[in-house]
Nanobody
Framework: DVQLVESGGGSVQVGGTLRLSCLAS????????MAWFRQVEGKEREGLAV???????AYKESVRGRFTISGDIAKNTMYLEMTNLEPEDTAMYYC?????????????????????WGQGTQVTVS
C-alpha cells in the first residue's frame, strides 16, 4: 500500500508563492508516477502537473510557467512550487501516485489514472 501526505498549504496574498510537499510511504508498491491535483468544492478535480519515474514532466497549460513540479520518486518525495498566485488558485491540493508504468500514461493528468491519494492541503489566495 501507499500513503501520501501533503504539507505546505496555507493562506497567501495575491502574487505570493507557496511550496507544497508530498511524502510517500510505501511497502512493496513501486511508484512510477506522482502528480498534483486540485479541487474546488462542487467542481471536478483537475490535474496540474505530473512527474514520471523516467523524469518526464507535464503541466496543465493554464499553470505552466507559474507552477513547477519537482521531486525524486525513488526517494518518495514530490514538490510543487507555485508562484504569482491568484485567487482562482484557491483550492484543496492533492498529491497522487500510481504504480503503472506506461508510455501512454507518462503525461496523463486524469484523476482516473492515479490509484493513491493524499488527504489534501488547503491553499487560499486572497
Amino acid at each position: 500500500d501507499v500513503q501520501l501526505v501533503e504539507s505546505g498549504g496555507g493562506s497567501v496574498q495575491v502574487g505570493g508563492t507557496l511550496r507544497l510537499s508530498c511524502l510517500a510511504s510505501r511497502s512493496t508498491v513501486s511508484i512510477s508516477r506522482m502528480a498534483w491535483f486540485r479541487q474546488v468544492e462542487g467542481k471536478e478535480r483537475e490535474g496540474l502537473a505530473v512527474i514520471h519515474s523516467d523524469g518526464i514532466l507535464a503541466y496543465k497549460e493554464s499553470v505552466r510557467g507559474r507552477f513547477t513540479i519537482s521531486g525524486d520518486i525513488a526517494k518518495n518525495t514530490m514538490y510543487l512550487e507555485m508562484t504569482n498566485l491568484e485567487p482562482e488558485d484557491t483550492a484543496m491540493y492533492y498529491c497522487a501516485a500510481d504504480p503503472q508504468w506506461a508510455a501512454s500514461l507518462s503525461r496523463s493528468l486524469s484523476p482516473r489514472d492515479f490509484t493513491y491519494w493524499g488527504q489534501g492541503t488547503q491553499v487560499t489566495v486572497s
